[in-house]
């Protein structure tokens, strides 16, 4: 592995999240950003106070949800792809953020929670009744597709079932977002589409948990995960048991997936997209490719958040829209490389 | 005698449909043995039971003294391994990458690569002659370095027995001779199915012969490599002499469809003439 796109990676991972501070409606300078960090920035005045305040209650939160969004998605579609051998799939083709997202949705609609104006009724109770509800969700996903993979997982029958159980979950929150009142359902719907509005430090601490068990234990499991790439009876010779391997990945995934998902709403193609340009720029990088897709998918995905608050002026575009944007057209791609090769 | 595998009675079916019956048979530590038989016959099955893809529902596998089926695949793993007959896409692996995966059996989690494996990666490597494919990519490779990768990768996982699913398949005489001397030179047990009946005859210490699921002979290839077992077995015309040049037993075919016709036919009187008489 050549090292100066890693060494590029590692600078983009630092500084990226700290020019994404500086972009927003209030002018706060990459200057401002340094002293506020480094603690020399004075608050005396009302304008700096508000900076700072700005700083830390709403752009640091945000930066770091993309951040961790980005890296989790990209992880999960890692995994997925590595599980089941197959370079297109990610938490979309088996139903895991569409099973996320209806759960999600449901319980947003049932009950209000996330649906105030302001962001201390996103928190809390709330939160872990929308996060409970992605999780149920997606594990209903899973498990349908497991069930459906027969006694031996096979891939071609789970690719199969997951696209029909996405298809189902899409069906049942667009049945939600139309029966919830004009009100409700514009919100659900930015919701659904992915947003990192609702940021707050309270909402971190979950998907920060959850991306660090995920990573340790995929890391743990790197040589049963490195032994599934040359096929099931490959592994299973090399001592791997594979389908127990293969529903615990899952499961991980899909824990992991409706973290992200019950915080930002439904962001595809990332889970995709990032773990093939990995692989292409990063060729061969081996038992490091984990943490280099993490850092990527981080990096792209604060980029993607500074793209939608500032492509609109005044208003902000679904995070969805944009990867949706990006990864149906770097899919084409994938096909048309493919078709050719 | 000092077996390194010994098979009792194994029965296995797919489903309902029996494949394999009553196969016993042992491997004696060292010898290369070969497994042949028709297309169909129960080849692959039978190595997947070995390996533990296929569960048997009668019969008994052990490994020294062990009864491999009721070890974990981690520990059957670390005594058995084995090359597969198609190499799938590794997705992206190198050749340094596949010859680790050799470690898979012996490494628990979060037990990470020492510098006492990554001097056996690189021993392998050397021996097999790759140091400089290591940073390719796998799927990039002609098929005699693929299995030459393969063979690495099987040295780096140091098993008792090693399992090789038709090694020559798809490589032409130069790397049919050179794979199989290798693994001659591994001092390692082998059970290979060949197709090929001249190698056979040239490097396996050891033949068994299989046909419809069941062991119809065993022994040294010069007692079992006959032209009435070949002829029954697989339906061809052949004559069995020695090789001009080494003292291995040579099998000639007969490419004529008359000579095969009049094989069947004379086939079927003597399976008539042995009903009658019983």
Known sequence: MRNWPLALLIALAVISPLLALVVGVANISFSDVAQIICGQFSDSCEANALKQRILFELRLPRVILAFLTGAGLALAGSVLQTVTRNPLADPYLFGISSGATFGAVLVIAVSGFGMGASQGLFSGWSQLGITGGAFIGSAVSVLLVISMAGRSVQIERMVLAGVATSFMFSAATSLVLYASDPQAASSLLFWSLGSFTRAGWENLSLPFLVLIICFILFSGFSRQLTALLSGDENARSLGVEVQKIRISMLLLTSLLTAILVANTGGIGFVGLMIPHIVRRLFEHSGQHMMWITILFGGVFMVWVDVVSRTILPGHELPIGVITAAIGSVFFLLVMRRKSWS | ?278
């Not at chain 2, 005698?1 to 797919?14: E, G, R, T, Y």
């Not at chain 2, 090359?83 to 997705?91: A, G, N």
């Not at chain 2, 040239?202 to 070949?230: H, R, S, W």
Request: aromatic content about 6%.
């Open chain 2, 1 to 278: 005698m000092n077996n390194i595998l010994d098979v009792h009675n194994l029965h296995w079916s797919a489903g309902d449909i029996p494949i394999l019956s009553d196969i016993s048979f042992n491997i004696p530590k060292g010898a290369f043995v070969g497994l042949i038989g028709p297309n169909g016959a129960g080849k692959s099955s039978l190595m997947r039971c070995l390996y533990g893809v296929n569960k048997p529902q009668v019969g008994e596998i052990f490994l020294h003294n062990k009864n491999l089926l009721d070890m974990p695949a981690r520990d059957q793993a670390k005594q058995v391994a084995v090359i597969l007959q198609e190499h799938t896409t590794h997705m992206g692996l190198n050749v340094w990458d596949v010859v680790a995966q050799g470690l898979t059996p012996h490494k628990g989690l979060f037990e990470w690569t020492n510098k006492q494996d990554l001097k056996n990666i690189e021993l392998a490597i050397e021996k097999m002659d790759l140091q400089s494919l290591k940073n390719q990519p796998f799927e990039q490779l002609s098929g005699g370095e693929k299995q030459r990768v393969m063979l690495a990768r099987a040295q780096v996982q140091n098993p008792q027995l090693l399992i090789m699913d038709e090694p020559t398949n798809h490589l032409d005489v130069h790397y049919q001779i050179e794979v199989l001397n290798t693994v001659k030179k591994m001092d390692i047990s082998v059970l290979a199915s060949i197709h090929d009946l001249n190698l056979a005859a040239a490097f396996c210490d050891y033949l068994l012969v299989i046909d419809k699921g069941k062991i119809v002979d065993q022994g040294l290839p010069k007692d079992v490599l006959t032209e009435n077992m070949i002829s029954k077995v697989f339906k061809t015309c052949v004559s069995v002499d020695k090789h001009p040049l080494s003292s291995s037993d040579q099998v000639r075919i007969t490419y004529s469809y008359s000579d095969l016709d009049a094989l069947i036919a004379k086939n079927h009187n003597d399976n008539e003439k042995g009903d009658s008489n019983a």
